[in-house]
């Protein structure tokens, strides 16, 4: 990451931690919900968000929802961040096994990116009706990066209430992990989404993300252009255009569904949209 970038991207983190704490309390309060839920993989991004939400109530609540190509070692760093948040009596352990091989019978299919998506999309169904059940809102663990890439599944980890740390990009979130006292094998473990064995965030995008994150900054915080923005992170050309392109074709997954509205102008069926009353 050029030293630029990394001082741009460097925070105050310990402000940055007493605002999203708040946010999340005051959130939950406006909501008339009692509390929040998480799913917890083990991933930096849960763990950091479990640890904030942890302090801005002490009515949560986490779920693990592992399955066969969960790494044994994820479901050990996420038992660590239970012990660090005392959630011993606030969490349960479900295997999702079962419901997967179900679903990826009934659609016949062995895609391995079929099946991943099946896996985060029951994980959010389970993490509604716990939700539903204990008047809690779902807690989600998006990163600004992972947001922006849109490389999440849309309606499975996509679909939560509200997004915490989801305007740090995962330099950030590493940097506010760091802060926030997350193991550092937590903090220095490669991202996966751990939907098929051997995944790594890094492998399937193509660049690190240091990068990743420093292309989106220089992109879409300084406007600059794809050539320049090549020569100071050293990439290719063609990578930062990758990275520009993931952004702009995954605009579905972060605006709600159109609707083709039968008057006016669909400009994401925004009701308020001024010309629609002028
Ligand atoms: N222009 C458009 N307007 C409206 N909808 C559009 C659309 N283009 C596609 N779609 C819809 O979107 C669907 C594709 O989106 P989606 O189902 O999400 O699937 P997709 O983006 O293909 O896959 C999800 C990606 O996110 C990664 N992931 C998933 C879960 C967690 C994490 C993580 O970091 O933890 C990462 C995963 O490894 C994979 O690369 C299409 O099947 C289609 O239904
Ligand atoms: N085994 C699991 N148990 C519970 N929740 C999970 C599990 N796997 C994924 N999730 C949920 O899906 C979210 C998205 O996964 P993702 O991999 O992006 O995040 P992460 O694992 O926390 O961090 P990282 O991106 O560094 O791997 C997780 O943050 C978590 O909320
Ligand atoms: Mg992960």
Redesign the pocket.
């Known amino acids: 990451m050029p030293e630029y970038v990394r001082k741009k991207l460097t925070l105050d983190f310990g402000q940055v931690t007493d605002y999203i704490v708040r946010r999340i309390r005051e959130y939950i309060e406006e909501s008339k919900k009692e509390g929040g839920i998480i799913g917890l993989s083990g991933?930096i991004d849960s763990s950091v968000t479990t640890i904030l939400l942890s302090r801005a109530t002490n009515n949560f609540y986490i779920l693990l929802m592992p399955t066969s190509s969960t790494p044994q070692k994820d479901i050990e760093d996420a038992m660590k961040i239970i012990k660090i948040v005392n959630g011993e009596n606030k969490y349960s352990y479900i295997n999702i096994d079962e419901i997967i091989n179900e679903f990826s019978s009934i659609v016949n299919t062995s895609d391995k990116?079929v099946i991943?998506?099946i896996k985060?999309r029951v994980r959010m169904t389970l993490l509604y009706a716990f939700a539903q059940k204990m008047n809690y809102l779902v807690i989600g663990t998006g990163d600004k990066s992972?947001i922006m890439l849109?490389?999440?599944?849309?309606y499975?980890?996509?679909g939560v209430d509200v997004l915490p740390i989801g305007d740090l990009y995962k330099t950030q979130v590493r940097m506010l992990g760091n802060y926030l006292g997350v193991p550092e094998e937590i903090v220095k473990k490669p991202?996966s989404?751990a939907?098929w064995e051997g995944?790594t965030?890094e492998g399937?995008i193509g660049l690190d993300y240091e990068t990743i994150d420093s292309i989106l900054y220089l992109k879409f915080e300084e406007m600059r252009e794809p050539e320049e923005i090549a020569e100071m992170t050293k990439t290719s050309y063609d990578k930062v255009i990758k990275i520009i392109n993931m952004v702009k074709?995954s605009q579905?997954?972060r605006l709600p569904?159109e609707i083709f509205r039968l008057s006016g102008r669909a400009i994401n069926s925004d009701w308020r949209y001024p010309r629609q009353w002028g």
């Not at 849109?150 to 849309?154: H, R, S």
Request: net charge negative.
């Open positions: 991933g990116i991943g998506n985060a992972e849109g490389y999440f599944t849309k499975g980890d996509g991202p989404p939907l995944q965030a399937e074709t579905h997954k569904p």
